[in-house]
């Protein structure tokens, strides 16, 4: 009989922190469970965070270009993630030779303004990437060859690039890829 008054009064204990909220071994299960938590996510960071780009590949996320001496008709070469980008100030002439082709005559249909920025249709930016095979077209330099559309020439496998780089001839499937940017102010221009 002893031993069923012993169980008795254990049985009430038990039952008076049941209705009173969490039992002992509720706040212990709890308390192990959040230092797990807290214990795992300590280990798992250092991991995670060394995958993080350092900070000479941020900095190479993005380039910044003054355009200010850019006068109609030049084109400059920049670098950007390593490949090389063709800025172009495009004059009245280039923009209207663009403008009169017929869109579905084009192998990827674009028009100029879909490759440029709003309120700045006058500045091409271009990736200098042929979309062939990746040669570095002509035609971005003073007195290099621009093909037979006043774009860009690449002379690995004659591809040929119109005004607003779209292709036009050649084995090349793609237009030059206009890669993200944006004018910062109405001479600079941040890439990426």
């Known amino acids: 009989m002893a031993s069923t008054g012993t169980a008795d009064a254990h049985s009430e204990a038990n039952g008076a922190a049941s209705v009173d909220g969490v ?3 509720d706040f212990i299960e709890i308390a192990a469970v959040s230092a ?4 795992g996510l300590a280990a798992i960071y250092p991991l995670v965070s060394q995958m993080a780009p350092s900070a000479d590949v941020l900095a190479e996320s993005s380039t910044e270009l003054d355009i ?3 006068e109609e008709g030049q084109s400059i070469k920049a670098v950007f993630r390593k490949q090389p980008v063709f800025v172009r100030h495009l004059t009245p002439d280039e923009i209207k030779q663009a403008n009169d082709v017929d869109i579905d005559s084009l192998r990827d249909p674009q028009t100029l303004q879909e490759r440029t920025e709003d309120g700045h249709h006058n500045i091409l930016v271009v990736m200098g990437v042929c979309t062939h095979l990746g ?3 002509l035609g971005a330099a003073e007195g290099e060859n621009k093909g037979e559309f006043g774009g860009y020439f690449c002379p690995c496998h004659g591809s040929h690039y119109d005004t607003a780089a779209r292709i036009r001839k050649g084995p090349a499937p793609k237009n030059l890829q ?5 004018f910062t102010t109405d001479t600079t221009i941040v890439i990426g």
Not at 178 to 182: A, D, I, L, N, R
């Open 36 to 39: 797990a938590g807290v214990g």
């Open 23 to 25: 039992r002992r071994r």
């Open 178 to 182: 206009v890669p993200t940017y944006e």
């Open 135 to 137: 040669c570095v077209p």
């Open 68 to 70: 200010s001496s850019l």
